[in-house]
């Protein structure tokens, strides 16, 4: 099935530095790309919509400053947490629309836990 | 407002006894439903979906789903729990004219052997 991989798993950084999470389709090709972030004991929140070859949509909230969106290619979509913060630790999973299962199939990747320290 | 509510935080059930995890939405048009289930520090992993069709959705590991339209709900059923599904389940909905999923606040299924 629709797999796809997401890194790293887990990151420890210093406040004020920046952390890249990747997400890749690896056998077959995710036209849009979700990104969610979920908080300890809480729901996943949708971020941002990316699609291949054009800006991410940000919600409400979200600044797209702070977490920079690039999905260059068909199967690769990274989320980018710039001058991270303490409050920026979370679990960040990426998702993307999965052809072959219909309009609304999706997979999801297995999700990165950041740690600013 | 267009949501998908959860009302419990956690439901404990026996090994072989039948379990359902509870899911209400709210949203305007036709409904796009969803079960996901994630383990620990590991993303969601998808069970089933209503889309059209056949109320009762069948999913994966056993699980289903009966769409409810006249009361709002879409709760997820299994014949007999396993301790290996204690995990967190999240309902999910597909907003009209969105493609993205909006998440429930989740449950946590305790299976005690």
């Known amino acids: 099935g629709a797999v796809v991989s997401q890194h790293p798993s887990r990151v420890i950084c210093k406040s004020g530095t920046s952390v890249k999470i990747e997400c890749r389709s690896l056998?077959?090709?995710?036209?849009?790309m979700f990104w969610y972030r979920q908080f300890p004991k809480q729901s996943l929140m949708l971020m941002a919509t990316?699609?291949?070859?054009?800006?991410?949509?940000?919600e409400q909230g979200v600044e797209k400053d702070k977490f920079l969106i690039n999905h260059a290619s068909l199967t690769l979509s990274t989320l980018t947490v710039t001058s991270a913060h303490p409050e920026d630790s979370s679990f960040y999973i990426c998702?993307?629309?999965?052809?072959?299962?219909?309009?609304?199939?999706?997979?999801f990747g297995s999700g990165t836990r950041l740690t600013v320290v | 407002a267009q949501s998908v509510a959860q009302p419990e935080d956690q439901v404990n059930v026996a090994e072989g006894n039948p379990l359902t995890v509870k899911c209400t939405y709210s949203?305007?048009?036709?409904?796009?439903l969803f079960w996901y289930v994630q383990y620990p520090n590991r993303g969601l992993q998808f069970l089933l979906k209503?889309?059209?069709?056949?109320?009762l959705v069948k999913g994966s590991y056993g699980f289903e789903a009966e769409f409810n339209k006249s009361q709002t709900s879409f709760h997820l059923k299994k014949p007999s729990a396993l301790v290996s599904d204690s995990a967190l389940y999240f309902c999910?909905?597909?907003?009209?004219?969105?493609?993205?999923?909006?998440f429930g606040s989740g449950t946590r299924l305790q299976v005690q052997p």
């Open positions: 209503y889309i059209t069709g056949d109320n």
């Open positions: 990316s699609n291949e070859g054009s800006k991410a949509t940000y």
């Open positions: 949203v305007s048009g036709n409904p796009y």
């Open positions: 056998d077959f090709q995710a036209t849009t």
């Open positions: 999910a909905v597909s907003l009209t004219g969105r493609r993205a999923l909006t």
């Open positions: 998702s993307a629309s999965t052809p072959g299962q219909g309009a609304y199939g999706y997979t």
